[in-house]
């Protein structure tokens, strides 16, 4: 009787592992193909002292990207949406607003790509599990998004004192079509009178694979 549940056993825990091995594959090969795209600073684009990341200024304001800075939960974030994270320096003389429509990423072909606020981010992506369990079914998990650590590393709403900065994550729109370059664009609107007083511009581009 224990030798027929010892081989009961290892038959299901073999069927186990082969049914792992199999969804493996397949969630691999489905990886292997689905686009992902790093961002980098273009050849024109002013680098700043952070690594992988580059500045404009206008105004007496001061933006930097970093671009690839995610390293979170999920991992798989840029295979869904273009994180970076945004430094702002204001300099300026003027209280300065921070609205999530003032950012947009301005694609070759014109198309605009508008930052998300993350609140309203929805949709899934999988995380691969580490460490992987030989006799688990599971190897990826389905992640529902935003997630928690999305929400917190955010850049807030709100605004930016004179000689004051903040910083966080905007997350953008991947684009529709591979585009070869892209550039990261922001207005700067005075928070007291609601007036426009500068714009910055800063060229990205992106490395599709």
């Not at 397949?26 to 600073?41: D, E, F, K, N, Q």
Request: proline share 6%; hydrophobic share 40%.
């Amino acid at each position: 009787m224990a030798s027929n549940l010892l081989v009961s056993w290892a038959r299901a825990a073999a069927s186990r592992l082969v049914g792992a091995m199999v969804l493996a594959s397949i969630l691999t090969m489905a990886g292997c193909t689905a686009r992902r795209a790093m961002v980098v600073p273009a050849p024109n684009a002013t680098l700043a002292s952070v690594p992988n990341s580059a500045q404009g200024s206008d105004g007496g304001v001061t933006v930097v990207l970093q671009a690839n800075a995610w390293d979170d939960y999920p991992q798989t974030l840029d295979r869904d949406l273009i994180p970076l994270r945004v430094t702002i320096r204001n300099q300026s003389g003027h209280p300065l607003a921070v609205r999530y429509d003032n950012f947009v990423l301005i694609a070759t072909d014109n198309r605009r790509y508008s930052d998300i606020p993350p609140y309203q981010i929805k949709g899934n992506t999988y995380e691969r599990l580490s460490p992987y369990w030989a006799y688990s079914d599971a190897y990826y998990i389905d992640v529902h998004l935003p997630t928690e650590a999305m929400l917190q590393q955010s850049i807030s709403q709100g605004v930016v004192a004179d000689s004051a900065e903040t910083s966080g994550f905007l997350y953008f729109q991947m684009p529709a079509e591979r585009q070869p370059g892209i550039t990261f664009s922001t207005v700067l609107v005075d928070a007291r009178t609601g007036q426009r007083f500068g714009s910055i511009d800063v060229p990205l581009r992106i490395e599709w694979f």
